[in-house]
């Protein structure tokens, strides 16, 4: 069964610093999808970034990218130029592609954001 | 706005009630997910539905939890007989077709049940 992992509970960054979330997943498929989901307060889960397991090349959103490592089986978020706003949960999911298509989500890391 | 809407925002119950959670997708997406966030934890998958299937409710609890999608109207989470430990957050997320890890999907903000 696949499963993601994310060791880090609660990370702390200065606002304008910048910060890595960790994560790293278990599966024996070749073809998947990564993701990362940011949880404010308000619950509403928000997607900030995709990666397709296929393409060497690290996804890049605004201040947000990736570094996809497959063959470690890692996937860290970056988040540049931190914000008041980026002040919440932040979720690594996995989906392998075919059938179902269902989200694999890690425990979460709370992250805060020092004026 | 066109995203998914989730009702109750919250619903608190009393042991031995039935739970009913609704879920209405995004216009014209005909795939909804049902996920539980425990506290302290991820989402876990519950149900995967199609309009009128259940396409896979590997993660659904064997006893008292239930799911459909009908071809009309939202999709809805029973839970019959509610204990303690079914408080959480309930979310739904719709896609637009199978594949959603490559179509989007997009999630609703929650039902918060608290059985007491």
């Known amino acids: 069964a696949q499963t993601v992992t994310q060791s880090q509970p609660e990370m702390s960054v200065q606002e304008a610093e910048t910060v890595t979330l960790s994560c790293t997943y278990d599966?024996?498929?070749?073809?998947?999808?990564l993701f990362w989901y940011k949880q404010p307060p308000s619950r509403q889960m928000i997607l900030v970034i995709r990666q397709e397991a296929y393409k060497q090349q690290n996804a890049t959103e605004n201040r947000f990218s990736v570094n996809f490592q497959k063959a470690a089986k890692s996937f860290s978020l970056k988040i540049s130029d931190s914000q008041l706003g980026d002040a919440a949960m932040y979720f690594c999911a996995y989906c392998a592609t075919g059938a179902n298509s269902k989200l694999t989500f890690g425990k979460g890391i709370t992250l805060s954001v020092r004026p | 706005n066109a995203g998914v809407m989730q009702n109750p925002r919250h619903l608190v119950r009393r042991r031995g009630q039935e739970a009913r959670l609704r879920c209405s997708p995004v216009?014209?997406?005909?795939?909804v997910y049902w996920y539980r966030q425990l506290p302290e934890e991820g989402l876990k998958f519950m149900v995967y539905l199609q309009k009128e299937n259940i396409i896979d409710e590997s993660g659904m609890p064997k006893e008292r939890f239930s799911a459909e999608f009908p071809k009309e109207g939202p999709s809805i989470l029973r839970i019959q007989q509610v204990v303690r430990g079914d408080s959480a957050a309930y979310f739904c997320a719709s896609s637009p077709r199978d594949g959603g890890f490559n179509y989007g999907y997009t999630f609703g903000s929650g039902t918060r049940l608290t059985v007491v």
């Open positions: 599966t024996s498929e070749s073809d998947y999808y």
């Open positions: 216009k014209g997406h005909s795939h």
